[in-house]
Each structure stands twice: as structure tokens, then as C-alpha cells.
DNA sequence: TGATTAATTAACACTATGTTGTTTACAATG
DNA sequence: CATTGTAAACAACATAGTGTTAATTAATCA
């Protein structure tokens, strides 16, 4: 983070911010204009294209910014020389991230919620996938031990892992960030269907 | 269906709908205008007005006759009286969907591919959540059987459902539709972790 | 306080939208 | 085959949003 010096940029920037997630959550992103963020933030419309090209741009680098604070709490190895899942680590870093997520709840809450931006959900998935590969890229000496495509495997626990974060933000009463990490670990080491406690054939 | 007599009408909206996948796949579906869609289908701009509200109702039209398709193959039961899934029934369903999906590869791929209507996703695990819930719904008596909450498992088995699905239309040489069914199953009734060959503490 | 730089204002050309009224062409019927 | 209903074409319109510019005002920093 470059300083701001002057103020009235700080101001500026944080009046569109909430203007914008105002609007996403009120109306969606592509029904909302520039003139209806530019009237809520109290500014003049040719001061929103002094800080952004346009609504995509401002889009963009509000979501990069959460999201690289998300993947810099998310940190391997949770799968130990030996091939052995270490649950512990696991459980810590899948708590780091709803705690994180926690911190920003109303970003989250608008951009993954019903009439959120879905293109954030698919970075979301990818900044998690390209995580998992680096590490098991790292692990795991003997690809044939996959019992399906290895890119196919990431693919869905990505997507699980986002879909149970997009759950949560929806909840009344959202459990705690330590007992989501229990819920999740046993969905990915028992799978869902003995979770469920159904017998299998 | 209602049966459209008019042989104008049917070209009509295929030239649309064609134009409309093109568009999408080309450029996404925020991006692409009418009037360039009704240059693409050789047809005049107040033409398109008289077959659709905007480009939004298209999509939904579109949308909704696949979606329909889709969930008229899936049927349950996968999990019988005896709380024991039926694993062949599940993967015939699971079958079913590929070659559903198979049918309107082109729709599915453009629709769930990089430039494509991120809705479309929503609309898909929620119809599939649908299904599953009220066969659940049917069969489990004791809802303390759960290791979680209901509603979560299904948001998790829907996602990496949908996942798998969109992972396969990337695929250049894609495994059979009994293929996928096959290794979907392997991921639910094992979970991931177990699937990857990794060992748990 | 004075220098700097952000924000305001009003005007501009441009593109897309959705609608309307009239005319033309065609497809399905008896 | 002629008739009739209706889809499609066409042109024109008002409306709304976009992105840019140049001159002016006002807030902030040092």
C-alpha cells in the first residue's frame, strides 16, 4: 500500500467503496450506473473517472485487494513427507481464512451473495486451486497414487471449499470459524455420503 | 412446448439463439449489444424486440429450456429404505446427466466456460440441490444422522457436482459420461483426501 | 499562508436502448 | 390459388448512459 497523502482521496475512495457495495447488494453490479454511485458517494460523476476507468476497473482492484490478504493467510504444508494429512494444520489454516473472511463479512456477504458478482467466486476458486497445486506439486513424488486427474481432484475441492465459505455468509447464525474447520474436514476425509451417515453398498 | 407453426418464427429464433452463443463464447454476454446480434442473425434490431423483452430475457429463455432437460434425467432413489446408497443407481443417474450434457455440449460448454454466464452455474446447483433435498428429505427418518448440518452437505455435494462437470467440458479428450460417473462416485463416497492416495492421521 | 492538487461544473460527441407506425413479404388456411 | 393473418423490415424518435475536456473552485499539505 502506496500512502495517500491527501485526505480527500482516502475520502473519495472509501465514499465509492460503499456506494458501490451498496448497489451491488441493493440491485446488482450491472444494473447500478456511474451517475447512481457518484450521487450516493456525494461526488461529482467526472470524479469517479478521476479514480477509475470505469466500474469494472473499480471492481477489479477492490476484489484483488480482499483477496490477496485471504491467500496470504492460507499456508501449507498440510500434507507431510510421509503422504500423511497433517488434520491439525489443515483445520488451523481453513480457520485463518474464516477468520479472515470474518473480518471482511460485508465484502464477502455482497460479492458472493444473491446478487453478487460472480466472477469473484471463480477467483476465489482459482487463487485456492493454484494454492493446493503448489503444495501438492511439492508432496507428492508419485502422480499414479491419484485415483482420478489430479487437476480434476482440485477442481473439486476448490469449488466445495467456496461453496461451504458461501454457505456460511448466508447463515443467521454462522459458526465459528473453528467449528466450519471441523465440519469441512471431515466433508474432505470421510466424503460427503458417510458424512451423512448413509451406509454404503 | 407450444408448437411453433410459423417456419419465420423458428428461423428467427435460431438465428438468434446462434448468434447469441457466438457472442458469448466471443466476447462474454455483458459486452455483446443488440444490434449486433441482430446483424449476426441477419435480422432487423425491432425484429429481436418482437421475439424477446432484452438480452436478459434471451438468456433466461435459453437457460431455462436446457436447465429443464437437465433435471428430467436425474432420478432418484440413490439412497434406499435401509439407509444403504444404491451406488449403481446414483451412477446411472450420474450417466444420464453426462449424456444430457453431452447432447448440448456447445450450449454447456459457452454457457460454463470462461467467457460465460456465471448464473447459469447458480441455476444449476440449485436445481440439482433441489433434487437431491427432497429425495433426502424422503428417505432419512433420523435427522440426527447428520455429522452436520443438512443444508451445508447439500451446498458441498452440489458445488463439486457442478464443479466436475464444468472441469470435464474443458477437457480436450474427454473421459465417457460412465467414466465421470465412476470417479464422481469414487469422490463422494471416499472424499478427496482418501481419492488422492494421501493417508489421514 | 501560499503552493499544490483534488474536486466541481457544464458541455461535448458518441453509442445503445426500447418504441412506434407504416410497409412489405410470406405461410397457412379454405 | 387466392385470401388473410401475421412476422419481419424499415426508418425515425426520445431517452439514457458513457467517457472526455477545459475552466473554475476549494480543500489539504508543508
Redesign the pocket.
Known amino acids: 500500500m502506496a500512502k495517500k497523502?491527501?485526505?480527500?482521496?482516502k475520502?473519495?475512495r472509501k465514499l465509492i467503496n460503499d456506494a458501490f457495495l451498496k448497489f451491488i447488494e441493493e440491485k446488482g453490479f450491472e444494473a447500478m450506473?456511474?451517475?447512481e454511485i457518484a450521487d450516493e458517494a456525494?461526488?461529482?460523476?467526472?470524479?469517479f473517472?478521476?479514480?477509475y476507468?470505469?466500474?469494472y476497473d473499480l471492481l477489479e482492484k477492490m476484489s484483488a485487494d480482499v483477496i490477496q490478504e485471504l491467500t496470504s493467510v492460507i499456508n501449507p504444508p498440510f500434507v507431510q513427507a510421509d503422504q500423511e494429512v497433517n488434520i491439525e494444520r489443515l483445520k488451523g489454516s481453513v480457520t485463518n481464512v474464516y477468520q479472515c473472511i470474518q473480518k471482511h463479512q460485508m465484502f464477502y456477504q455482497v460479492m458472493l451473495g444473491e446478487n453478487g458478482i460472480n466472477g469473484f467466486r471463480n477467483n476465489l476458486e482459482e487463487v485456492i486451486r493454484e494454492k493446493f497445486d503448489r503444495h501438492i506439486k511439492e508432496v507428492v513424488k508419485d502422480p499414479n497414487q491419484f485415483q482420478i486427474p489430479e487437476d480434476l481432484l482440485l477442481h473439486f475441492i476448490s469449488a466445495a471449499f467456496v461453496a461451504v465459505i458461501q454457505w456460511w455468509l448466508n447463515q443467521e447464525e454462522k459458526p465459528t470459524p473453528e467449528e466450519m474447520a471441523n465440519q469441512l474436514t471431515k466433508l474432505i476425509t470421510q466424503g460427503p455420503i458417510q458424512t451423512a451417515g448413509v451406509k454404503i453398498e
Open positions: 497523502t491527501d485526505l480527500r482521496v475520502r473519495t450506473t456511474i451517475q456525494l461526488i461529482n460523476r467526472a470524479t473517472y478521476l479514480h476507468d470505469d466500474k
